[in-house]
C-alpha cells in the first residue's frame, strides 16, 4: 500500500479513465441475451489493473531518482494514475460492503 502512496512508473498504458470504462461497459450485456462479467470477476481485473499501473508508478520513480531518462512529468502522471485506480477500486469496494450490510440488515 505505501508503493501506492508514493507511486512511481513509466507510463501507464490502462489509466485510471479506461479502468473505469471496462468496469462498467463489461458488466452491461444482459439486454443481448448475453451474460455480463460477475462481480468477483470485475473486482479482480480491477484490483490487477491497480497492481500493474502501481508497479508502472514505482518503477517510473525509481528511474527518475536513479537518472534512467524518466522526466519528473511521466513519473507524476504514473503516480496520479495509480493513485486515481487506487480510489477507484476503494470507493467501488466501499459500496459493495455497505450494499451488503444493508442487505445484511433486511428483515424477511
Known amino acids: 500500500m505505501?508503493?501506492?502512496l508514493m507511486g512511481s512508473g513509466v507510463s501507464a498504458v490502462n489509466g485510471a479513465g479506461s479502468m473505469a470504462s471496462q468496469v462498467?461497459?463489461?458488466?452491461?450485456?444482459s439486454?443481448?441475451?448475453e451474460?455480463?462479467?460477475p462481480f468477483a470477476g470485475l473486482m479482480k481485473s480491477m484490483v490487477e489493473?491497480?497492481?500493474?499501473?502501481d508497479d508502472q508508478a514505482s518503477s517510473a520513480v525509481t528511474g527518475l531518482l536513479s537518472g534512467k531518462g524518466v522526466d519528473v512529468h511521466?513519473?507524476?502522471i504514473a503516480t496520479q494514475k495509480a493513485n486515481m485506480a487506487f480510489e477507484l477500486t476503494l470507493q467501488v469496494r466501499n459500496k459493495a460492503v455497505g450494499a451488503y450490510q444493508q442487505m445484511m440488515g433486511m428483515q424477511f
Open 2 to 4: 505505501s508503493d501506492v
Open 24 to 29: 462498467w461497459s463489461s458488466g452491461s450485456g
Open 31 to 33: 439486454d443481448e441475451g
Open 35 to 37: 451474460q455480463g462479467t
Open 49 to 53: 489493473q491497480t497492481k500493474s499501473l
Open 74 to 76: 511521466q513519473a507524476m
